[in-house]
């Protein structure tokens, strides 16, 4: 029994010290940008290290949902290690301070393997943390037993029963120690609380995107050319009023999130280069600055996730400002006719390493593939690929829309980025597909007049019908469809429908440019995107 509180007693001075230790790297973090949060590199280390197999099977990256449980799951696993080095501490001190200093390593090794820290910052956070998570483990197990404070604690209340038993000075001691292990903890948590408050604009929070300024200046291209071409407004007839239906330019703060990050990598606009390179006759770099001088346009693209499911919301429409990827190709000495088995792959390379790869031909295909650097009008948000990333209209993210984008490098087929080596499906065209988004699975209506309606997309395809089945695909009726913003976007839809009492099947499906009407045949995102036909209940009473 006593035998049992004392190691339990260890293992939660053990846990405690380590939630102060952790308070110490997450208010390092708050304080320098060159130190990652240990416990975010970790899991992002141990998210690299599971096999893709693991992972993929059915979404290629982390949903919001796994990355908070990875976060979780390494904050209490580091826990559980400090309760049992503490408690080793008593029976064998040498294994204890090898593992604890091991759990350092560990940490060590994760942060400064982000991109953007520094080793000694790192190694020098790894060591006080340490420092002060030992020295707080020692204190508590050496607490005093008969600690005043405590006692007077202890009489004040009803703890009758251990009074009775003689098992007081246990109880005082417990006392003490529970009030040492807590003040402990709540100093981690202060040092962690203040780290992220500290960290608000620099680190953890991500910054407000600043408005996209381009530099006026003399356009290489003949006279009369726009240097920086800008898209009037969406007209009025692209978009359709009704409840339920998604914006048809989508809000930057809206717009879906996919990445294998579990803190976007920050980068510094100042002293980012892109370098192209590979199999080009002129390969060279270009700074941020340098980029914006460029030609620039504004596109309306779709992009969309292939793990989006049939209905899903990885999809979003977004206005970007950026440099034509085939300008970039130009300069370099690239164009259509000059791609040679060396080049016929377009691999982007992000700071960490994250890779896509498509046809080098689609973006010289005409289509506006883009080395972009705004959205909305705006920089790039963090978490979106500030400052640049790439979008080719017509591909699924994985295989294209790099962000934090460092490197492009022209390269054979044979080379397989990120997702393809993780079983994923080589050439990744965005397939064709629909969404009913004014009503939902499962809603009850009132008899009447209904409107379904949402988004068709078949990126750089477009849209040339939209059809709506409400008697679960037996007839179907051709949908309104809004003015096409661009075959790159999404297109708003929809359809009144004269609903009657009693339970209905509704179901869309849509037609892209060439004709080609999207397959009712389910399939899973994984390998190569999702098919099937959105399809929903709902009862009208
Ligand atoms: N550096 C980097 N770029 C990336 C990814 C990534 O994990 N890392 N994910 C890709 C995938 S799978 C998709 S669908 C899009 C999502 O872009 P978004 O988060 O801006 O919507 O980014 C792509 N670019
Ligand atoms: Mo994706």
């Given at each position: 029994?006593n035998l049992?509180?004392n190691a339990?007693k260890?293992a939660?001075?053990?846990?405690?010290?380590?939630?102060?230790?952790?308070?110490?790297t997450?208010?390092a973090?708050?304080l320098?940008?060159?130190?990652?949060?240990?416990?975010?590199?970790?899991?992002?280390?141990?998210?690299?290290?599971t096999p893709?197999?693991?992972?993929?099977?059915a979404?290629?990256?982390l949903?919001?949902?796994?990355v908070?449980f990875?976060?979780?799951a390494?904050?209490?696993l580091t826990?559980?290690?400090?309760?049992?080095?503490?408690?080793?501490?008593?029976?064998?001190?040498?294994?204890s301070?090898?593992?604890?200093?091991l759990?350092?390593?560990?940490?060590?090794l994760?942060?400064?393997?982000?991109?953007?820290?520094?080793?000694?910052?790192?190694a020098?956070?790894?060591?006080v943390?340490?420092?002060a998570?030992?020295a707080a483990?020692?204190?508590?197990?050496?607490?005093?037993?008969?600690d005043?404070g405590?006692l007077?604690?202890?009489?004040?209340?009803?703890v009758?029963?251990?009074?009775?038993t003689?098992?007081?000075?246990v109880?005082?001691g417990?006392?003490?120690?529970?009030?040492?292990s807590?003040?402990v903890v709540?100093?981690?948590?202060?040092?962690?609380g203040?780290?992220?408050?500290l960290g608000?604009?620099?680190?953890l929070?991500t910054?407000?995107?600043?408005r996209?300024k381009?530099?006026?200046g003399?356009?290489?291209?003949?006279a009369?050319d726009?240097?920086h071409?800008?898209?009037?407004p969406?007209?009025?007839a692209?978009?359709?009023e009704?409840?339920g239906?998604?914006?048809?330019?989508?809000?930057?703060?809206?717009?879906y999130?996919i990445d294998?990050?579990?803190?976007?990598?920050?980068?510094d606009?100042?002293?980012?280069k892109l370098s192209?390179?590979g199999?080009v006759?002129?390969p060279?770099?270009?700074?941020?600055k340098?980029?914006?001088?460029?030609?620039?346009?504004?596109?309306d693209?779709?992009?969309c996730c292939?793990?989006n499911?049939?209905?899903g919301?990885l999809v979003?429409?977004?206005?970007?400002?950026?440099?034509?990827?085939?300008?970039?190709?130009?300069?370099?000495?690239?164009?259509?006719d000059?791609i040679?088995?060396?080049s016929?792959q377009?691999?982007?390379?992000?700071?960490?390493?994250?890779?896509?790869?498509?046809?080098?031909a689609l973006?010289l295909?005409g289509?506006?593939?883009?080395?972009?650097?705004?959205?909305?009008?705006?920089?790039?948000?963090?978490?979106?690929?500030?400052?640049?990333?790439?979008?080719?209209?017509?591909?699924?993210?994985?295989?294209?829309?790099t962000?934090?984008l460092?490197?492009i490098?022209?390269?054979?087929?044979?080379?397989?980025?990120y997702?393809?080596r993780?079983?994923?499906s080589k050439?990744?065209?965005?397939?064709?597909?629909s969404?009913i988004?004014?009503?939902?699975?499962g809603?009850t209506?009132?008899?009447?007049?209904v409107?379904i309606?949402g988004v068709a997309?078949?990126?750089?395809?477009?849209?040339?019908?939209?059809?709506v089945?409400?008697?679960?695909?037996r007839?179907?009726?051709a949908?309104k469809?809004?003015?096409?913003?661009s075959p790159?976007?999404?297109r708003q839809?929809?359809?009144?429908?004269n609903?009657?009492?009693?339970?209905?099947?509704?179901?869309?499906?849509a037609?892209?440019?060439?004709?080609?009407?999207?397959?009712p045949?389910q399939?899973?995102?994984?390998?190569?995107?999702?098919?099937?036909?959105h399809?929903?209940?709902?009862?009208?009473?």
């Open positions: 029994m049992s509180g339990s260890s939660l001075a053990g846990a405690a010290s380590g939630v102060l230790a952790l308070g110490v997450e208010l973090h708050g320098s940008p060159a130190v990652p949060s240990f416990v975010v590199s970790v899991a992002q280390q141990v998210a690299r290290l893709g197999r693991v992972v993929t099977g979404i290629e990256t949903g919001t949902a796994d908070a990875l976060i979780g390494t904050v209490l826990l559980a290690v400090c309760a049992l080095l503490a408690h080793l501490s008593r029976s064998n001190p040498p294994v301070l090898a593992g604890v200093l759990l350092g390593a560990v940490g060590v994760s942060a400064s393997s982000e991109p953007g820290s520094s080793f000694l910052a790192v020098l956070t790894a060591a943390a340490l420092a998570g030992s483990a020692l204190l508590i197990l050496r607490s005093p037993r008969r005043p405590a007077t604690a202890a009489r004040e209340l009803p009758g029963r251990s009074r009775q003689g098992e007081r000075e109880s005082v417990r006392r003490g120690f529970l009030a040492a807590g003040l709540v100093a981690g948590l202060a040092l962690a203040a780290g992220r408050l608000g604009s620099s680190s929070r910054p407000r995107p600043r996209l381009l530099p006026a003399n356009p290489k291209k003949g009369g726009v240097l071409e800008t898209l009037p969406p007209p009025k692209a978009s359709i009704v409840k239906m998604p914006e048809l330019i989508t809000p930057p703060r809206d717009f999130l294998t990050e579990l803190s976007s990598p920050r980068l606009a100042d002293t980012w192209v390179k199999a006759d002129n060279f770099e270009i700074s941020y340098e980029l914006l001088e460029m030609p620039t346009i504004e596109a693209i779709t992009l292939v793990s499911p049939v209905g919301g979003s429409n977004g206005r970007w400002t950026g440099v034509l990827l085939s300008d970039i190709l130009k300069e370099a000495g690239m164009s259509r000059e040679t088995r060396a016929e377009l691999v982007g390379r992000s700071v960490d390493g994250f890779t896509t790869g498509f046809r080098t973006a295909d289509r506006r593939a883009l080395v972009a650097f705004g959205l909305d009008g705006d920089q790039l948000p963090v978490k979106h690929g500030y400052p640049v990333r790439l979008v080719v209209p017509g591909l699924y993210g994985y295989v294209s829309a962000k934090w460092t490197e490098e022209l390269t054979g087929w044979s080379y397989d980025a997702w393809v993780r079983t994923w050439q990744g065209p965005i397939k064709t597909q969404r988004d004014t009503v939902k699975d809603q209506l009132e008899a009447g007049k409107p309606g997309w078949a990126p750089h395809r477009g849209i040339s019908k939209v059809e089945s409400t008697d679960g695909g007839s179907w009726h949908a469809l809004a003015r096409s913003l790159d976007a999404w839809y929809v359809y009144y429908w609903a009657t009492p009693g339970s209905h099947t509704l179901q869309v499906r037609t892209d440019g060439t004709g080609k009407t999207q397959t045949r399939s899973p995102p994984h390998p190569s995107g999702a098919t099937g036909y399809t929903i209940r709902v009862s009208v009473s």
